[in-house]
């Protein structure tokens, strides 16, 4: 457990965070090529706040990642530094995304964030299996309306 605890100055850390986030609308925006730009463009981003990915899984409608994010940054500040550098990186490197995008929002309003606790391993798991889980369940989706009898 303590091999896991960073240190600045006069400060012991160990936090880590489980985000997800998605674009607007959940539109199935990462697929192929564009899913590696986005994770070039994540990393990047989070190399210049100090921030370190430990896990992390481009979906086609969402992503998830396991970060550890130093005490002197919050949460919160670290998502809208992400959501919004990110999304002026993807409208430069892909010029008609902005128009698909209605007022240049590419990503959701909210997100989600758990701390991980001692549970670092599981969710690193979870997050490398998020891929076949959501093929699994696009698989049990039905596109008919089940017979419900006559009334």
Request: with cysteine; proline share 3%.
């Amino acid at each position: 457990m303590f091999n896991d605890v960073k240190g600045i100055s006069h400060t012991s850390w160990n936090c880590k965070y489980h985000i997800v986030f998605a674009p607007q609308y959940r539109r199935k925006a990462f697929y192929g090529g564009k899913r590696l730009e986005i994770v070039k463009i994540l990393k990047e981003l989070c190399k210049w706040k100090g921030v370190e990915i430990i896990e992390g899984e481009v979906c086609p409608d969402h992503i998830h990642i396991l970060v550890e994010i130093p005490p002197k940054i919050s949460v919160s500040s670290f998502m809208g530094f992400i959501k919004g550098k990110s999304s002026l990186l993807i409208y430069d490197k892909w010029g008609n995304a902005k128009f698909r995008h209605c007022h240049r929002e590419f990503w959701c309003k909210g997100y989600y964030v758990d701390t991980t606790g001692n549970n670092t391993q599981k969710i690193t798991e979870y997050i490398r299996n998020q891929l076949k889980e959501d093929a699994e369940q696009s698989q049990l989706t039905m596109d008919f309306a089940p017979f419900m009898g006559s009334k």
